[in-house]
């Protein structure tokens, strides 16, 4: 099937903003996600926004919703180094009369003082 | 709840030797997923199971096999190592097809 895009990497300045962009493939995919994957580590769900939704806000994390073009973004707010990791969007699939997560390459997320 | 484990952690094999991942979840969760991830190329899925004894391919099946016996357990084999199997596997869960999925803490195999 086709890609989910992200760009692989972005560097900010500790209590910049980041934004993290992605672009999808399924116009009727009712779940876009964003995992958060810490090194070491499996990938932890960061959050989530409904197709009917434009964006959604959940302290420091904003998400933003293009759904006319397929584009999906995650803003950090005041980000740390602790946000350091690795970003992976994902959309929900339909497959085989099941509905599976597709996910993007992921976007390494550096942060330097 | 331990939520998703998985054995072993790291494994070093052979080219053309045998060896089953494993992988538990004790949140009786209907679907579980096997995924690889290889540097910048984000996750590809291999097999996943949307309940006990049912089974499905992804998008890299070959050189795979796994089986569902029960809710809890979704083990992987691979029957004969190659180095191009050298990678880290996840495995993860979800209530249903497309919900958050838990993921467990990997294992690194490498295959010489």
């Known amino acids: 099937g086709e890609d989910v895009e992200q760009s692989l990497f972005l560097s900010v300045r500790e209590g910049d903003s980041s934004v993290i962009n992605c672009t999808y493939t399924?116009?009727?995919?009712?779940?876009l996600y964003w995992y958060k994957q810490e090194p070491g580590a499996g990938l932890q769900l960061l959050t989530y926004?409904?197709?009917?939704?434009d964006m959604k806000q959940d302290q420091r994390l904003t998400v933003l919703l293009n759904k006319k073009d397929k584009h999906l973004s995650l803003r950090i707010a005041d980000t740390q180094t602790g946000d350091s990791a690795i970003y992976f969007c994902a959309e929900r699939r339909a497959s085989g009369g099941s509905y599976i997560p597709t996910f993007g390459r992921g976007t390494s997320l550096i942060v330097h003082p | 709840n331990a939520g998703v484990t998985q054995t072993p952690k790291f494994r070093i094999l052979k080219i053309g030797q045998s060896m089953t991942l494993q992988c538990t979840q004790d949140m009786n969760h209907n679907y579980m997923y096997w995924y690889r991830q290889d540097p910048g190329m984000g996750l590809k899925l291999i097999y996943y199971?949307?309940?006990?004894?049912?089974?499905d391919k992804g998008e890299v099946p070959n050189g795979y096999n796994v089986s569902r016996s029960t809710t809890e357990d979704f083990p992987l084999r691979l029957e004969l190592a190659a180095p191009s199997q050298t990678s880290v596997y996840f495995c993860?869960?979800?209530?249903?097809?497309?919900?958050?999925?838990?993921f467990g803490p990997g294992t690194r195999l490498t295959v010489l």
């Open positions: 399924d116009s009727s995919s009712t779940y």
């Open positions: 926004i409904f197709s009917n939704m």
């Open positions: 199971s949307v309940g006990a004894g049912i089974t």
């Open positions: 993860a869960s979800s209530t249903s097809g497309g919900n958050e999925q838990f």
